[in-house]
């Protein structure tokens, strides 16, 4: 049976909550709207994501194209910096997005989310707004106000941008009774703000950083006095970024606290563009090395009107995109690569009176670095895990698996006695106690040996080794895979030889 999209992801949010990866946060008291907390096989998933990152950004750093390894640095700047710096950056007057209000419903839109259905020509002009990929909300407000046979032929599709002055007192919004209640649109500043200090003056106003990149800026020269770096090189940060977005959606995909892994690749501007066609080359690939399907990721330019306000003109930025469930067909961002060019250290240079400036000994020039920059989401990474790895195999009596590559995997192995009799339990405890600090294990004497490793599918464990009969007289264990459900046997004293071959890599 072919699941929808829809369906798909409303069973992956339900797995990831029922065994622990995802929980809305502040649940007990109704959840809060864009904010979610990582329960305890979410926090390991996540954890593996960003030290794998981690590892192949600043530990094993990739080949450059001259075939020796780059020079990438690691550094975690606070959350809260001077706010002169989010002026300096732009993010003060240029980080927001156009919202609409719907004056009727309270409801609050990202405008460009927001798409129209309106009635064909020579039809009485209706016109029906629906948040983008659920224009059946619109569709069933068009029935009740232009009579239940109308179908979705009957109008056409447009972005509210596009909507005419005119027009615009003839829109339905969402839920809302009458036509006419969205308001025009307006910019609003996605910086969360907050007070440092006892007084709550504006003076003492702080933003909460909107992305990790600049911190990485504000540290250049500190990282640059202080390591043997020479340009290029790169600053890598892993770490909390919170933007009020104004529709937070689809789960974790755009939520309001979120995490990102960044790195700012510092060259000189006349390389600037080789390292950004690399980059995005190298990105696309680390993704894939991570087991993530090539048919389901992809590269796309952005459009002259969706560059941020720090990409450098004509210069350009590219997304590598995932095929998320509720994206089908289409795709959605994970990792944006930018070529900022010298933006952020210029301007961070004429505020704050620094020189950001680099000295190059070998050909003696004295430049401002151009930047590339891959970006991508942590917390959006550990999405795009999830809706990879989860699968229904309907043969199985516990159908829902969660096929993680094993070196992501959350729990590595589950150490199972078969029954809780026999001395099983304490062989089976002795086998875990002895590879517990090596390999993320869990060791589970309850239930039936069925539940116990549907239990481990669902939590997308690779391999569970089980002391049963056999083991007392031949000490072998039986080793069953998640991923086809079969079972061989081996020695008990290879088993951490066999996880360790299968973990590689
Ligand atoms: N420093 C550049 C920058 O922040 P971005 O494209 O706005 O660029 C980079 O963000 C990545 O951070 C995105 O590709 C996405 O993976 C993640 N991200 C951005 N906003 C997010 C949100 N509201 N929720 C979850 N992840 C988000």
Redesign the pocket.
């Known amino acids: 049976m072919t699941q929808s999209g829809s369906e798909r992801m409303e069973k992956i949010v339900a797995l990831s909550k029922r065994r622990g990866f995802v929980f809305p946060a502040s649940d007990i008291y109704g959840g809060i709207n864009g904010f979610w907390d990582y329960g305890p096989l979410g926090v390991q998933l996540k954890n593996n994501l960003r030290d794998a990152w981690w590892r192949d950004m600043v530990e094993c750093p990739p080949l450059g194209p001259d075939g020796h390894p780059l020079s990438i640095v690691g550094l975690d700047s606070s959350i809260i910096q001077n706010p002169r710096a989010w002026e300096a950056s732009g993010h003060l007057s240029g980080f927001s997005d156009p919202m609409v209000d719907c004056r009727e419903t309270k409801a609050r839109y990202r405008a460009d989310h927001l798409r129209v259905l309106r009635s064909r020509a020579g039809a009485p002009a209706a016109l029906f707004a629906f948040v983008e990929g659920e224009p059946e909300v619109a569709l069933k407000r068009a029935r009740k106000v232009l009579g239940s046979s109308k179908v979705e032929s009957d109008f056409d599709e447009l972005a509210l941008a596009e909507v005419s002055a005119a027009e615009r007192a003839l829109v339905w919004a969402p839920g809302a009774g009458a036509p006419g209640t969205l308001t025009e649109p307006r910019d609003f500043n996605l910086m969360f703000k907050t007070f440092v200090g006892a007084a709550s003056g504006d003076e003492n106003i702080a933003y909460l950083r909107?992305?990790?990149?600049q911190g990485i800026f504000l540290n250049f020269k500190n990282v640059l006095d202080t390591s043997r770096v020479r340009v290029p090189f790169g600053i890598a940060q892993i770490g909390k970024?919170f933007?009020n977005?104004v529709t937070?959606r689809n789960y974790?995909?755009?939520?309001?606290e979120?995490e990102?892994m960044?790195m700012e690749w510092f060259c000189a501007p006349k390389e600037a563009q080789a390292w950004y066609e690399f980059w995005t080359q190298t990105r696309l690939a680390w993704w894939r090395s991570l087991g993530v399907s090539a048919d389901r990721l992809r590269l796309r330019r952005h459009t002259a009107d969706e560059l941020?306000h720090y990409a450098k003109t004509g210069a350009g930025t590219q997304?590598v995109e995932y095929r998320y469930p509720f994206t089908e067909p289409g795709f959605g961002?994970?990792?944006?690569i930018?070529h900022r060019g010298s933006f952020d250290l210029e301007q961070h240079q004429a505020a704050s009176k620094t020189r950001l400036e680099y000295f190059d000994p070998q050909t003696q020039e004295r430049y401002v670095p151009e930047v590339i920059?891959p970006?991508?989401?942590l917390?959006?990474?550990v999405l795009v895990l999830l809706c990879e790895a989860y699968d229904v195999d309907e043969s199985r009596p516990s159908p829902e698996i969660l096929r993680f590559p094993p070196r992501l995997a959350p729990i590595k192995a589950g150490i199972f006695p078969l029954v809780a009799k026999e001395g099983m339990p304490e062989i089976a405890e002795q086998l875990y106690l002895a590879l517990r600090g090596r390999f993320s294990m869990q060791f589970d004497a309850k239930q039936s040996i069925g539940k116990r490793y549907a239990r481990m599918d669902e939590a997308g464990t690779p391999y569970c080794f089980t002391i049963d009969g056999q083991t007392l007289a031949d000490q072998t264990v039986t080793v069953r895979a998640r991923d086809t459900g079969a079972q061989e046997r081996i020695a008990i004293e290879s088993v951490a030889g066999y996880l360790e071959e299968r973990l590689a890599g």
């Open positions: 909107p992305e990790t990149a970024a933007r977005e937070p974790i995909f755009r939520s309001r979120f990102q960044e941020a997304d961002e994970l990792e944006g930018a920059e970006a991508s989401g917390t959006r990474g």
